[in-house]
């Protein structure tokens, strides 16, 4: 379970690099490029870290970490916020802030170690 990353992002190209990157760091990922269906896949795949976008069509990812973070069911899953918004630390404060903050565009090594130090604090 620890090991396991699902990538939520409406960006195909973003998914696909992420996925790449990740499996080649020896996590597995799954990825879902909308909203819909979050919750069923993290009860089926169970991961142990969300790399969840703020921006989605059809949600908000923001609103998205603040039920998970709050869940007695899902509490216990790091969600890492992706987003290029210049705001975006200001969900720090909101009631379930996530466990970090990833900026777009990223550097590879910082996803790698954001990545690492939340499945580690996770196990």
Known sequence: MKNKILVVDDNEFML???????????????TLSRAAGLFECIGTYQPG?????????????????GIIKQ???????????????DDIEECYSQPGPPD?????????????GMVDDSIRTAA
């Open 16 to 30: 696909s690099l992420m996925s790449q990157i990740l499996s080649t760091q020896g996590y597995e990922v799954e």
């Open 49 to 65: 870290l969300i790399i969840l976008d703020a921006q989605l069509p059809d949600g908000d990812g923001r609103d998205l970490c």
């Open 71 to 85: 869940s007695k069911t899902y509490n216990g899953i790091s969600v890492i916020l992706c987003s290029g918004r």
């Open 100 to 112: 970090a903050i990833l900026p777009k565009p990223f550097d590879v090594a910082q996803l790698i």
